[in-house]
């Protein structure tokens, strides 16, 4: 297969780090952007376009699209109008109606349409996810989860101000809440309703929030307390889930996972093995939709389901705007 990966930004450079770990050698890039492009092809030895057409004449298979999140849904839907396989990253649109354009587009197509879904590919999320498959903890009752990051870290090696994270459109780091609801939703099923806070707490110049609070609760009755900001300077991503019948707690910085079972009174602890970093869950993500497109898996995450991800956050955004609880 021939791969064209779409946006040689951070997001564009891994993506092609995934395929050459995975012995991809067909790999090619389209950046606007020159000095993306020689970068890419320094490093990656992968020959680059700096336009679409020419792109697309050299007749990719498969089309990676890791543009900033404004730019998600054009290229999905010209990928399907050419007739290529595409893995987006999400968020894939910015609203139900835009995703519903897609859904529309991809039910006329023989072509896998992926949204990415990379979270679910984290040690720490699989661990808690069979976990819970396994009844460890019981009914789960409500889970605490906090993800945080400094915003100027993010591209040490540019102004914050120059790249998508200062803008409206997913800025602030809001993106990043559409990727953890991802495996949330699927460990929690449907959404009966939001309260949303988002607030500009700190000094950065930007036009989007840079702190973010939702309380879901679920149909189940669960309750999930999530916070997203961009102002810590200590980098975390960190839970706390509690069920009828323990609790499993999470440190995604310090790669450990730890349950308590009532019935036993006591903790087990989980390391990671030394080494392991987030990167290997982008490897795994790109080897499970390689699969899928040969039709060895079904894809995990279909549009459909991200669907149910952008409704969270239209009515999160519906709740922040209008100060109240929102039910689904």
């Given at each position: 297969?021939?791969?064209?990966?779409?946006?040689?930004?951070?997001?564009?450079?891994?993506?092609?780090?995934?395929?050459?770990?995975?012995?991809?050698?067909?790999?090619?890039?389209?950046?606007?952007?020159?000095?993306?492009?020689?970068?890419?092809?320094?490093?990656?030895?992968?020959?680059?376009?700096?336009?679409?057409?020419e792109?697309?004449?050299?007749?990719?298979?498969?089309?990676?699209?890791?543009?900033?999140?404004?730019?998600?849904?054009?290229?999905?839907?010209?990928?399907?109008?050419?007739?290529?396989?595409f893995?987006?990253?999400?968020?894939?649109?910015?609203?139900?109606?835009?995703?519903?354009?897609?859904?529309?587009?991809?039910?006329?197509?023989?072509?896998?349409?992926?949204?990415?879904?990379?979270?679910?590919?984290?040690?720490?999320?699989?661990?808690?996810?069979?976990?819970?498959?396994?009844?460890?903890?019981?009914?789960?009752?409500?889970?605490?989860?906090?993800?945080?990051?400094?915003?100027?870290?993010?591209?040490?090696?540019?102004?914050?101000?120059?790249?998508?994270?200062?803008?409206?459109?997913?800025?602030?780091?809001?993106?990043?809440?559409?990727?953890?609801?991802?495996?949330?939703?699927?460990?929690?099923?449907?959404?009966?309703?939001?309260?949303?806070?988002?607030?500009?707490?700190?000094?950065?110049?930007?036009?989007?929030?840079?702190?973010?609070?939702?309380?879901?609760?679920?149909?189940?009755?669960?309750?999930?307390?999530?916070?997203?900001?961009?102002?810590?300077?200590?980098?975390?991503?960190?839970?706390?889930?509690?069920?009828?019948?323990?609790?499993?707690?999470?440190?995604?910085?310090?790669?450990?996972?730890?349950?308590y079972?009532?019935?036993?009174?006591?903790?087990?602890?989980?390391?990671?093995r030394?080494?392991?970093?987030?990167?290997?869950?982008?490897?795994?993500?790109?080897?499970?939709?390689?699969?899928?497109?040969?039709?060895?898996?079904?894809?995990?995450?279909?549009?459909?389901?991200?669907?149910?991800?952008?409704?969270?956050?239209?009515?999160?955004?519906?709740?922040?705007m209008?100060r109240?609880?929102?039910?689904i």
């Amino acid at each position: 297969m021939r791969f064209l990966v779409i946006g040689l930004g951070s997001m564009g450079k891994r993506r092609i780090r995934n395929l050459l770990q995975l012995r991809e050698k067909d790999v090619l890039g389209f950046d606007f952007r020159e000095d993306r492009r020689r970068e890419a092809e320094e490093k990656y030895g992968v020959q680059t376009f700096d336009t679409l057409g020419e792109a697309i004449r050299a007749d990719p298979d498969v089309w990676i699209i890791s543009v900033p999140p404004a730019f998600h849904l054009e290229y999905a839907l010209k990928a399907l109008e050419e007739d290529v396989h595409f893995f987006c990253e999400t968020p894939v649109a910015d609203s139900v109606m835009a995703i519903d354009r897609l859904i529309e587009a991809s039910c006329k197509s023989r072509r896998l349409a992926a949204p990415s879904c990379n979270m679910c590919f984290h040690s720490g999320v699989k661990h808690i996810s069979k976990m819970m498959n396994a009844g460890e903890i019981g009914q789960p009752l409500c889970m605490l989860y906090e993800v945080g990051h400094f915003l100027p870290d993010w591209h040490p090696y540019e102004d914050y101000r120059s790249y998508y994270v200062s803008g409206k459109t997913f800025g602030g780091g809001a993106d990043v809440i559409p990727m953890e609801l991802v495996w949330i939703l699927r460990l929690f099923g449907d959404v009966k309703g939001i309260c949303c806070r988002m607030q500009r707490l700190g000094q950065f110049e930007i036009e989007a929030p840079d702190s973010y609070q939702l309380t879901l609760e679920f149909e189940s009755g669960a309750i999930l307390e999530l916070h997203n900001d961009v102002i810590c300077r200590d980098s975390c991503r960190r839970c706390r889930l509690i069920g009828r019948e323990g609790t499993i707690i999470w440190d995604a910085v310090e790669n450990w996972v730890k349950l308590y079972k009532a019935s036993g009174r006591r903790w087990t602890e989980y390391h990671e093995r030394d080494g392991y970093s987030m990167e290997e869950m982008y490897v795994e993500e790109m080897a499970y939709f390689i699969k899928a497109i040969r039709g060895e898996e079904k894809y995990l995450h279909s549009l459909e389901e991200e669907r149910k991800v952008l409704r969270v956050w239209e009515t999160a955004e519906k709740s922040a705007m209008e100060r109240r609880w929102v039910e689904i």
